[in-house]
């Protein structure tokens, strides 16, 4: 895998922030914002996958009907 330098301002107190998980993970700086990145990427990845997906079945018609909208609520509010 290729590796770039990436340089941006970043807040001083998230920098430090940053550090501290760095010394208690005894890891240095670098390997903790790859790490960080890497979580905000999977989130991120995952989310709009979710999004795409959503909005296929939306287009395709696939919605539920108003039985299933019903007991999902009643389950979610203890309400059977």
Do not use: C, H
Request: proline share 1%; aromatic share 8%.
């Amino acid at each position: 895998m290729n590796q770039e330098n990436v340089t941006f301002p970043i807040d001083s107190d998230k920098k430090e922030a940053l550090r501290a998980i760095a010394t208690v993970m005894d890891r240095d700086l670098t390997y903790v914002l790859n790490e960080a990145i890497a979580s905000y990427l999977e989130i991120y990845q995952w989310l709009l996958d979710e999004i795409n997906k959503g909005v296929a079945e939306a287009e395709a018609g696939d919605f539920a009907s108003d039985d299933e909208v019903q007991a999902v609520f009643a389950k979610l509010t203890n309400e059977n």
